[in-house]
């Protein structure tokens, strides 16, 4: 049985779709809110170890003030 606390586990949204990093596009490009909001939509369903993961490593943030700040306006 898969531990639900797990960075590794997901969702059915999450297995849905497996995507993590967010495309190239800069932030000026048109593309970029859209594309960012997808990906925090989707990770709004995933737990709080997947999030930081996701944040830290995908998203390459690494102010622990901002992935904080991420994980807890993520997960209300």
């Known amino acids: 049985m898969p531990d ?3 960075e590794k586990y997901l969702s059915l949204i ?3 779709d497996l995507r ?12 970029y809110y859209p ?3 997808m ?3 989707k990770a709004s ?3 709080q170890a997947f999030l930081k993961t996701t944040v830290e490593d995908n998203w ?4 622990s003030y901002y992935v904080n700040v991420i994980i807890l306006s993520l997960n209300d």
């Open 4 to 6: 639900p606390k797990s």
């Open 20 to 31: 993590v990093k967010l495309d190239d596009v800069v932030r000026e490009d048109y593309k």
């Open 35 to 37: 594309a960012l909001s």
């Open 39 to 41: 990906m925090a939509s």
């Open 60 to 63: 390459k943030v690494l102010n």
């Open 45 to 47: 369903y995933e737990n």
């Open 14 to 16: 999450g297995n849905l």
